[in-house]
């Protein structure tokens, strides 16, 4: 996304309701613009009359009632300016958010963990955070002071003129001075805050990877090191940060200076001829007052321009996260089938399937072809980094392939709705994830209509009902993130529970009983045995092999049909 003027374009077709903001903008713009000048103008004639009749005469003025009118008017304006800026900065920030989270939910895991070096999770989560908060800089302090900036300085201009036009000339030609200002520190600005944002990318990710893997660190004694690690990166923040405000409050400083000297200009000559009898006080007073207005809008964009302009680094970096393109990209099929068959009576066929991660030279696996049939069950086994966990992402959508195609009853998976794909499945990952939200949150997060005997039905199937018993309140138990009060295989059977209670056409298991006891084991596959659908489990233990029908076995780069046990 280019940086090229105040308004982007490019911004503005990201973000439709910004038009509608700054629409808005303008209008109240425009009657900002009105009450300033009258505001100012009532005041001058007040005074005015204060200091050349008396006091009691300019209480009597007819000035008095529509100044108040005025400045009770620009106080509504302002409280309607401010509403309007939260309430399209709330909706804003929630729109930017539910995009990201939906490009990186669609991209899949393979895209979140290889962008930008494998630091695309950290990226996101900072951008999601710090990134969109910083937009309200840009948006309000930046673009939402573009039609002031434009229209109040225009405006307060033809009014000198009609008021004291030898005023009006030195304004005119002083004021372009400020924009050119604010050009020239920008050329500056952008790079310094495109380095602080980088810096801070840095930092997040470099904490977060830090924060990952801290037990395995202090097993291997790298600990320190990565501190050190983390702290010079955190110092080269420091650094970028205070480079960016260094510039901000020198540019501040030299801007201030500038209209304040503007002003003079405008002061001095009109206190020698207000002198000189030459103009009146009540016009000397207006131009006195309406010159600051002239430059109150540009000023104002002075002092939220480093702000604005780390909001559209932070927004460039947004949108260089949703348009960066998948790596190995594959062409989409176009197909008149866009509605996918049922899973139930159609088998998943994997045909010359091809995956590997991005900006991998070989492929993980290839010439992949195998056919799950409905109801059957499948045992996916080989030795680590075979590729087993990745031929379950591939059919689950989490990972797109770089050849080949997953078909259900002819009709390419990737050419169908990802979210009609993935309400037929029903996914336990090798390390679930539980939020930090009520156990009954947790397992009905896939299906939210589900009922609590449901939730229950599908807790006793995967061995966790007595888990969530002897919790303090039950199905209404919070859990901590990552259910960090549970133990590996409680989270574990909740994880199987939350695959289960959507009665899935698919389920994919990966490693689902590597942490339980035989006991809860046989539990477990009693519980799939039971489901209707089909079922692939990536596994090392024997006793889930001796429970499948068929072996699918992953090796040198392939996988194979190996065996039929039933």
Known sequence: MGTRGPIDPQVLARLPRLRRYLAVRSVLAVAGAALVIGQSIGVASVLAVFFVDSPAAALSSAWVVPLLAVIVGRIVLAAVERWWNEHVLAALKADLRDQVAHSLLGRGFAHVHTVDGGTGAAKAGTLLTRGVDA??????????????????????????????????????????????????????????????????????????????????????????????????????????????????????????????????????????????????????????????????????????????????????????????????????????????????????????????????????????????????????????????????????????????????????????????????????????????GTVLDNISIGWPQASAAQVWDALERAGAANVVSGLPEGLDTVLGENGVTLSAGERQRLAVARALVRDPAVLLLDEPTARLDGETEEGVLAAMDALAGTVIIVTHRPRVVEYADHVIVVEQGGARLAAVTA
């Open 135 to 436: 937009l309200d800089a840009y948006v309000v302090g930046g673009m939402g002071l573009m039609p002031a900036a434009a229209i109040v300085p225009t405006a307060v201009v033809a009014t000198l003129f009609a008021v004291d036009w030898p005023s009006a000339i030195v304004v005119v030609i002083v004021l372009p001075i400020v924009p050119l200002l604010l050009a020239l520190v920008g050329l500056h600005t952008k790079e310094r805050s495109a380095r602080q944002w980088s810096a801070m990318l840095r930092l997040g990710g470099q904490f977060l990877e830090a924060v990952s893997g801290l037990v395995t660190l202090r097993v291997l004694g790298r600990d320190r090191r990565t501190a050190a690690r983390v702290r010079e990166v955190a110092e080269d923040h420091r650094k970028a940060s205070m480079s960016a405000l260094r510039l901000a409050f020198l540019s501040s400083l030299v801007l201030e200076t500038l209209t304040t000297l503007s002003v003079a200009l405008i002061a001095v000559p009109v206190g020698f001829r207000l002198l000189d009898g030459a103009i009146g006080l009540s016009t000397g007073l207006a131009v006195l007052l309406l010159t600051p207005e002239a430059f109150r809008p540009l000023r104002m964009v002075g002092t939220q321009f480093h702000a604005s302009e780390d909001g559209k680094v932070a927004l460039r970096e947004l949108t260089s996260l949703l348009d960066a393109p998948e790596q190995d990209p594959r062409p989409a099929v176009v197909t008149e089938r866009s509605v996918l068959a049922d899973v139930r009576e159609h088998p998943i066929v994997l045909d010359d399937l091809a995956v590997g991660w991005p900006g991998a030279q070989q492929p993980v696996l290839s010439g992949v072809s195998l056919e799950f049939e409905p109801g059957g069950r499948y045992a996916v086994v080989g030795l680590s980094g075979a590729g087993k966990s990745t031929l379950l992402r591939t059919v689950a959508g989490l990972m797109s392939p770089v050849g080949g195609r997953v078909l259900v009853d002819g009709v390419d998976v990737s050419t169908v709705d990802p979210r009609q794909w993935r309400q037929v499945l029903g996914v336990v990952p090798q390390r679930p994830h539980l939020f930090g």
